[in-house]
């Protein structure tokens, strides 16, 4: 599975951006996706999941009611709307593909795409 990230960019604190995911390759294997973060000097952490179907989502305490993942199936993308941004959202945001299960943990995932970097300024 290739995954291609985009979406990234400057926003100002309480703003609002749209992250999509494009997968090719072997999705009749009907993967779960999610996102994760990275920040400078941190670990990569999870921000959402979403089942194949697109009937179970998972968040991230720092994130919920303010994020949504979706999926469009058809077209083999997964989105992540993020509004009311903070500055500890800034991050590289990298989304990726489990073939086994719907996890929440990086080393679950099986296929990473190349990260897009938001930045939230205050």
């Known amino acids: 599975v290739q995954l291609q990230a985009c979406g990234g960019g400057l926003v100002q604190a309480g703003g609002s951006l749209r992250l999509s995911c494009a997968a090719s390759?072997?999705?009749?294997?009907?993967?779960?996706m999610g996102w994760f973060r990275q920040a400078p000097g941190k670990e990569r952490e999870f921000v959402a999941a979403?089942?194949?179907?697109?009937?179970?989502?998972y968040y991230a305490d720092s994130v919920k009611g303010r994020f949504t993942i979706s999926r469009d199936s058809a077209k083999n993308t997964v989105y992540l709307q993020m509004n009311s941004l903070k500055p500890e959202d800034t991050a590289v945001y990298y989304c990726?593909?489990?073939?086994?299960?719907?996890?929440?943990?990086?080393?679950?995932?099986?296929?990473w795409g190349q990260g897009t970097l938001v930045t939230v300024s205050s």
């Open positions: 990726a593909a489990d073939l086994k299960r719907l996890g929440v943990l990086a080393y679950e995932y099986d296929y």
């Open positions: 390759g072997r999705t009749f294997s009907r993967p779960s």
């Open positions: 979403i089942s194949w179907s697109g009937g179970t989502t």
